[in-house]
């Protein structure tokens, strides 16, 4: 992060010297609460000026006010408070961020009574603290000296519910850290993010209580994984697969499951990518990326859940030992594949640690992520992932929870017709059907290593990285799936 934010929550806030941030209505655009701190009356004056009515997510901004504490004292509107979502509440926070500047401490007024709850204003923490996220590990010289790393600023909501904001707020706190995570792994350059550091980043989370094994190349011959270890023979870095277990529920309870493709760089192997763009192929992780985020929020705010989290980490690098075209492997499940393009690397990745994740733990869903297909941004853009699966519930309450964080979800089609594109004359299947319905088919493939579970394959090519800045999100990494798959969780599968 570009600078550092500490959050607290009070009953009443002292602002001398900082910033007062009052959260408005329609009914209210000059919210009480502010006036108290502009006894000149200059808000007044600004918001006729400017024409401010407290819609929601505009704001207005007055420097050294008369008579105030305060250096500056500024208005954020929330249009009719009792009709904005979480997520909506998140964007107010998003927004209170962007008149952060050249101070160190903020007051947020969000005024007496029952108007804003202690579950808004602690969405409107989460918000800011996603919105201050940016990866500048690498800047040696900033172009903005007031957002330099060591800056920190103290930022308390005044709320007359101090308990159930600090209450709320824990676990809002978790869900973001889990996706600066994500984005961190995803930002990080492959140089620094090989497969061994990712595995490494992984068995951090044992400080928060998972369970961490990761297994090596030796071990995961023994398994015969071929199809994910015929990926890394052109990178002299050595694959990993990462199991991690968080077990917040019952000993008996099945545990639900998360399974990633961790692609720490992508060339596409001897089916070499054209040059262009190649650079963003450091974020071909962004499905390992999402589920290790994944595990450290429901660890982090203990979440009342089995789940196990599987990472496929490999590099896919041209070389004189990489797999060619026309290759076949064998994989864990015994299926036979044959390679038409070792630039169709992920699946290959995710259908031995979809075999091995089933064969071990039994899940009772599935859920894998990957940045798997560019077709898929054909299809759907950087708006919706797709979302394939063999279960309607599951399909179901995915695009709710989808809807309500919005890291939303589509639901694309699988057929038998889709199927037969996948078909070998050499072996079980090929890796690829070709240019039509890239993304359904590949998806098809996946669903050949799917038994009975209930699945879900979520392609987050779109969503990922490169992604719309956003109220929430200026990273070239989003982070996408954390606060969706958390929401699943939360919604459905907690005792």
């Not at 039509?436 to 699945?455: C, E, M, N, Y």
């Not at 969780?489 to 005792?495: F, G, L, W």
Request: with cysteine.
């Amino acid at each position: 992060m570009s600078l550092s934010l500490e959050v607290s929550f009070s009953k009443s806030v002292k602002v001398a010297g900082g910033l007062a941030v009052a959260v408005g209505s329609v009914a209210d655009p000059v919210a009480a609460a502010a006036r108290s701190m502009d006894p000149a009356g200059q808000l007044d004056k600004a918001v006729k000026v400017t024409g401010f009515t407290g819609k929601t997510f505009t704001t207005v901004d007055i420097l050294a006010p008369a008579g105030s504490d305060a250096d500056r004292v500024a208005l954020v509107g929330a249009g009719e408070p009792e009709k904005l979502t979480a997520h909506d509440w998140m964007r107010v926070g998003g927004k209170i961020f962007t008149l952060i500047r050249k101070v160190d401490k903020v007051a947020v007024l969000l005024g007496e009574g029952e108007a804003i709850s202690a579950e808004a204003a602690a969405d409107m923490a989460l918000g800011l603290m996603m919105r201050a996220y940016a990866f500048d590990t690498y800047k040696t010289k900033k172009p903005d000296e007031e957002n330099t790393r060591d800056r920190k600023v103290k930022v308390v909501f005044q709320h007359d519910d101090t308990a159930a904001c600090k209450k709320a707020f824990v676990s809002r706190q978790a869900v973001a850290d889990g996706v600066m995570l994500a984005r961190n792994l995803v930002n990080e350059p492959a140089n620094v993010l090989g497969p061994v550091e990712f595995a490494a980043r992984a068995k951090e989370l044992e400080a928060l209580g998972v369970e961490v094994e990761i297994l090596t190349e030796k071990e995961m011959k023994k398994l015969k994984m071929e199809a994910l270890l015929g990926v890394s023979l052109g990178s002299p870095r050595p694959p990993r697969l990462a199991i991690m277990r968080w077990q917040g529920g019952k000993a008996k309870d099945q545990p639900v499951a998360f399974v990633g493709k961790g692609v720490v760089f992508d060339t596409g192997g001897i089916s070499i990518k054209p040059s262009a763009g190649m650079e963003d192929m450091k974020g071909d992780m962004g499905g390992a990326a999402a589920v290790t985020g994944l595990m450290h929020t429901l660890a982090a705010r203990k979440a009342k859940v089995n789940a196990i989290g599987i990472i496929g980490l490999v590099e896919n690098m041209p070389d004189g030992a990489a797999q060619r075209p026309g290759d076949i492997v064998r994989s864990m499940s015994g299926q036979t594949i044959e390679i038409i393009n070792t630039d169709a690397e992920g699946r290959l990745v995710l259908c031995d640690a979809l075999t091995y994740c089933q064969e071990r733990f039994k899940p009772a869903i599935m859920i894998n992520l990957a940045t798997l297909t560019g077709a898929v941004l054909v299809a759907l853009g950087q708006h919706h992932a797709g979302l394939f699966s063999n279960d309607d519930d599951l399909s179901a309450a995915l695009t709710k929870a989808g809807e309500v964080t919005e890291e939303r979800v589509w639901r694309m089609p699988l057929g038998d017709k889709y199927d037969k594109m996948i078909d070998s004359k050499f072996a079980d299947m090929k890796n690829t059907g070709g240019r039509h319905a890239g993304s359904i088919t590949a998806a098809q493939f996946l669903k050949r290593f799917v038994k009975d579970t209930p699945w879900a394959h979520l392609d987050i090519a779109g969503t990922a990285m490169g992604s719309p800045a956003t109220d929430i999100n200026q990273s070239w990494a989003s982070g996408f799936g954390v606060r969706l798959l958390d929401e699943l969780v939360r919604a459905n599968y907690e005792n």
